[in-house]
């Protein structure tokens, strides 16, 4: 699928939605518990091809490696998520600089 800064990304398996932040034009597939994610209002429900496990945050961002990608969680999910098969990363605060 082809992203877009600013696309709302929802799972078919539980309630995860993602909204894109940045991402490259290249076609990724987001999946959440093994199944893609889809931009629809309301996604068909359908069962998960994986089990539930560390499903994303609300409020958290999102990266894989290898990808420049960031996902921003705006609705938690029980699900993990991935993008091209690689599971991803809670991305952590850059340290402040130190003041001497």
Known sequence: MKLRVG????STVDGTALV????????????????AMTDEQAPAQAPALADPGAGALLGKRYTADGVDIE????????????VNGAEVAQK?????PASD
């Open 20 to 35: 894109v932040v940045r991402c490259p034009a290249d076609d990724l597939t987001v999946t959440c518990g093994g199944r």
């Open 7 to 10: 696309q709302t990304l929802r």
């Open 92 to 96: 952590t605060a850059k340290p402040l």
């Open 71 to 82: 996902l921003l969680c705006v609705q938690p999910g029980t699900h993990p998520v991935a």
